[in-house]
């Protein structure tokens, strides 16, 4: 697969990933108005987390946390590695994305590896 190949799949699966997250998202502001409704009430913390249905909150944040975590350093590998692999230097790439030469050779050789 060529580095353009992989990026543009890696961009594919980020935008599935933000998809999943905007579900989320929605999930979690259904849960904060709940117990908002349910604290409004008199309920008491205890009460309220115990009846909270999974996922709770806190684990939709980690699943959107870890989704975007990867994805995006999918994204970012593949993106420096069809820039270099267009005709910039590292130098260049670098300030681009403002991370210092010796980060964007690291990303190079994990893209690679990861492209075999």
Known sequence: ???????????????????????????????????????GKGGTWSSIVSAEAPPLIVQLVTESSRALDEHGGRVRRTEVLALHDDGM????????????????????????????
């Open 1 to 39: 697969m060529s580095s353009e190949d992989a990026f543009l799949r890696a961009l594919d699966d980020l935008e599935g990933a933000l998809d999943e997250n905007a579900e989320r998202s929605k999930a979690m502001k259904r849960r904060i108005a709940q117990i908002r409704r349910m604290r």
């Open 89 to 116: 230097t590292m130098e260049q790439i670098a300030e681009k994305f403002g991370v210092t030469r010796q980060r964007v050779s690291s990303l190079l050789r994990e893209a690679r590896a990861e492209l075999g």
